[in-house]
């Protein structure tokens, strides 16, 4: 035994074994294992061998959120230039990237269907902004840790698309009346994250149930969020549920699937949420009354329709 030397250093005589290998060793090659000495080679290859933990939709713990302050600082830049550009922190609509990004729906129908996306970065003032960011924050920390940053994001982003989808597909004419008396019907502008968010709600109610947490504060929160929905005037009441619910419906496919075919499944479930929501704008696109020509100029967005009058 004295004649063998380390296998790192032959110049050095050892009496020593990796437990692992059994090749002789000195000690500065050799670590503390949980039974005996690993050399460090062998130390190396277990690190690379180690399965990693990961949570139930895949993604490895304690992961750093990174993705939720993206698209807050995101939300928080555009609205900075729609502000900056309309020269008011109070009627930032009245500015060109918020003509161009605004969802209106004859205006979708008419060709510009980058809105569907793009009202979601969009906000109406300082308040709508704060109250969606901060919700935001609290909601989206936890679910990025627990998705992971590529799965967070597909479903922030595919939540934000089902709620733009619902409105185009539901929301009605409404008639309102010119400065010279007459009345004319037509669609309504929608803007916010809130779709989103409602999305990452109704993942987060799915998540709770599927972790066996308490569901109740999680049901409260969306429970509280629905009423004041339905009863505060000017809010996007099909944005939030079609968001609700396409967030709800690609969190259960993210969280259920069998560890064995979990990516499979999660990918299927991405690519039949966007089916569904791309085919579901083809129809309504396809029977779309009175469609709008919008006109790009001088910065400015001008939208043309015939409109229904009385």
Request: with cysteine; proline share 5%.
């Amino acid at each position: 035994m004295a004649d063998e030397v380390c296998v790192r250093h032959p110049d050095r005589p050892t009496g020593l074994r990796c437990v692992r290998c059994e090749r002789p060793s000195c000690p500065e090659c050799l670590r503390e294992a949980s039974v005996g000495y690993q050399c460090v080679d062998c130390v190396n290859e277990g690190r690379r061998t180690q399965r990693r933990a990961v949570t139930v939709a895949g993604a490895e713990l304690n992961t750093k959120p990174i993705v939720m302050p993206i698209l807050l600082l995101l939300n928080v830049a555009v609205f900075a230039l729609t502000a900056a550009q309309a020269q008011s922190i109070t009627n930032n609509q009245f500015s060109y990237p918020f003509e161009l990004g605004v969802l209106y729906p004859p205006a979708v129908a008419g060709g510009e269907w980058w809105r569907l996306i793009t009202n979601g970065f969009l906000h109406y003032g300082v308040i709508h902004l704060v109250v969606n960011m901060v919700s935001l924050y609290i909601v989206g920390r936890d679910l990025e840790m627990l998705f992971g940053r590529v799965r967070f994001l597909a479903l922030y982003l595919v939540a934000l698309l089902g709620g733009s989808v619902m409105v185009f597909l539901f929301d009605p004419e409404t008639a309102s009346q010119t400065s010279t008396g007459r009345v004319v019907v037509d669609y309504g502008f929608t803007a916010g994250a809130s779709g989103a968010i409602f999305g990452l709600m109704g993942a987060l109610a799915v998540a709770v149930f599927r972790l066996k947490l308490p569901i109740a504060p999680a049901l409260g929160i969306i429970a509280l969020n629905l009423v004041f929905t339905f009863t505060i005037a000017n809010i996007s009441i099909f944005g939030h549920i079609g968001g609700l619910i396409t967030g709800a419906a690609v969190a259960l496919g993210f969280l259920y699937p069998p560890a064995k075919i979990r990516t499979k499944v999660q990918v299927a479930t991405l690519v039949a949420a966007l089916v569904v929501l791309v085919g579901l704008v083809f129809v309504r696109d396809s029977g779309f009354d009175r469609p709008a020509t919008c006109v790009h100029e001088n910065s400015q967005v001008s939208c043309y329709r015939q409109v229904s009058s009385t």
